[in-house]
């Protein structure tokens, strides 16, 4: 099972700009759909934005859409999510999620799919 670990979070004012990474040990991030999902404390995990490990194909929330970019190196095994323009509502736990890419696109923002996850790491976005 591929190992997760995140990093990149952290506190800033609304209209700022963060960056997160993940890091993916033990398989190549080519096989797999990794992905990003946020939690709020009494919420269910929800899907942000994911990238399809054999063609790049990217998936957004439409909560998301023209704000962040998710991107992978993938020879540096590692992905990427670029966050603009950030809102309060974007305050949350932001876990990195990896699944063996399984083809049915409409499941790749759906956390209940991904059985591979990072520690998370806490993005506060203040007014």
């Known amino acids: 099972q591929v190992q997760l670990v995140e990093s990149g979070g952290g506190a800033v004012q609304t209209g700022g700009s963060l960056r997160l990474s993940c890091v993916l040990s033990g398989y190549p991030v080519r096989n797999y759909v990794p992905g990003w999902f946020r939690q709020v404390p009494g919420e269910e995990r929800a899907g942000v934005s994911s990238i399809a490990g054999s063609d790049g194909s990217t998936y957004y929330a439409d909560s998301v859409k023209g704000r962040f970019i998710i991107s992978k190196d993938n020879a540096k095994n590692t992905v990427y999510l670029q966050m603009n323009s950030l809102k309060p509502e974007d305050t949350a736990i932001y876990y990195c999620?990896?699944?063996?890419?399984?083809?049915?696109?409409?499941?790749?923002?759906?956390?209940?799919?991904?059985?591979?996850w990072g520690q998370g790491t806490q993005v506060t976005v203040s007014s």
């Open positions: 999620g990896a699944e063996p890419e399984f083809g049915w696109v409409a499941g790749y923002l759906m956390p209940q799919l991904f059985n591979s």
